[in-house]
């Protein structure tokens, strides 16, 4: 494998990748304004972020497109947050 | 035979061992899985603080997302055109790549200044109002560290994008340099989509 075939990623389609974030963003805007029960909000509202985010990190960023891994990288931290969330929940008392 | 043998071994350490990539790419990952853990704690804390405590004004109504959620179009269009510019400095497009990567350095100073007109909005009008303030409730603070933090990113992000347009057309940088600050800039963009949703829309 030479440098030049390795650097050629395939050109995603960035604007049809625009236009799904700026649909979800509308989505998200609409689902703070509506009155929904606040779980249901609460999950729309974090799957479309986090739908957003995967978007950002697969198509603009490349790692779709990039050895493993880079995106076992880039999982680290959100697999430390969790561990950081679960080993802090005991302290919440409301 | 064995003098180029080192040479060449000492070409190929340019890429690093673990991607078919620079080292500049692979360094730029490693350090933002280390500044998404920076955000991740604060995130984690705020989403605590905020489960603990009684009193927590709605976020929506409080902060108000008309404003916001224009800032999150315009970093959703600054990503887009900063792919663009990295797409056309690829196919030597150099006018091209000038103009996209100007789009998205404005588009991160417009966002500066959308963020600079709501605290100012925020810290003088909106919170007084309803009692609040940064050293007397979590509600304030959380929100002022959180954003403050992201709107330094954004600062430093419109800085090495200026920096790298500069080195680009004075033909110090190439394509792979773009790539690296453009990994920067989605970061950014990225952790504003989160920060959008939990401090926010929630």
């Known amino acids: 494998m030479t440098t030049a075939q390795a650097h050629a990623h395939p050109q995603p389609n960035y604007m049809g990748v625009f236009w799904w974030l700026?649909?979800?963003t509308i989505a998200e805007v609409a689902v703070a304004y509506a009155h929904l029960p606040k779980l249901i909000m609460v999950i729309l509202l974090v799957g479309m972020a986090f739908t957003k985010a995967a978007m950002v990190a697969l198509y603009f960023m490349h790692l779709k497109f990039e050895r493993s891994t880079l995106t076992w990288i880039a999982l680290t931290p959100l697999i430390l947050c969790i561990f950081l969330s679960l080993m802090l929940l005991p302290d919440i008392h409301p | 035979?064995?003098?180029?043998?080192?040479?060449?071994?000492?070409?190929?350490?340019?890429?690093?061992?673990?991607?078919?990539?620079?080292?500049?790419?692979?360094?730029?990952?490693?350090?933002?899985?280390?500044?998404?853990?920076?955000?991740?704690?604060?995130?984690?804390?705020?989403?605590?603080?905020?489960?603990?405590?009684?009193?927590?004004?709605?976020?929506?109504?409080?902060?108000?997302i008309n404003l916001t959620a224009f800032?999150?179009?315009l970093l959703i269009v600054s990503s887009v055109t900063m792919v663009l510019s990295l797409s056309a400095i690829q196919n030597g497009d150099m006018k091209r790549f000038k103009r996209f990567?100007?789009?998205?350095?404005?588009?991160?100073?417009?966002?500066?200044?959308?963020?600079?007109?709501?605290?100012?909005?925020?810290i003088t009008e909106r919170l007084p109002e309803i009692?609040?303030?940064?050293?007397?409730?979590?509600?304030?603070?959380?929100?002022?560290?959180?954003?403050?933090f992201h709107g330094m990113h954004v600062t430093g992000g419109v800085i090495y994008n200026s920096c790298v347009l500069a080195a680009c057309l004075r033909g110090r940088y190439g394509p792979?340099?773009?790539e690296i600050a453009g990994l920067y800039w989605h970061f950014v963009d990225l952790v504003?989509?989160?920060?959008?949703t939990f401090v926010y829309l929630i």
């Not at chain 2, 990567?101 to 925020?122: N, P």
């Not at chain 2, 007397?136 to 959180?146: D, E, I, M, N, R």
């Not at chain 2, 504003?192 to 959008?196: A, E, G, H, Q």
């Open chain 2, 101 to 122: 990567l100007l789009l998205t350095i404005s588009g991160g100073l417009l966002f500066l200044g959308c963020q600079a007109y709501e605290w100012t909005h925020l």
């Open chain 1, 22 to 24: 700026l649909g979800l």
């Open chain 2, 71 to 73: 800032m999150t179009l």
């Open chain 2, 1 to 64: 035979m064995s003098e180029a043998a080192a040479i060449d071994s000492a070409a190929e350490a340019a890429e690093s061992p673990l991607t078919p990539e620079s080292w500049g790419k692979l360094g730029m990952w490693v350090f933002l899985a280390a500044d998404a853990m920076s955000f991740g704690g604060l995130i984690v804390c705020y989403a605590l603080l905020r489960n603990a405590s009684a009193n927590w004004p709605p976020p929506a109504k409080t902060l108000g």
């Open chain 2, 176 to 178: 792979k340099h773009v």
């Open chain 2, 131 to 148: 009692g609040i303030s940064f050293s007397t409730h979590l509600f304030a603070t959380t929100f002022f560290v959180l954003t403050g």
């Open chain 2, 192 to 196: 504003w989509i989160l920060i959008f």
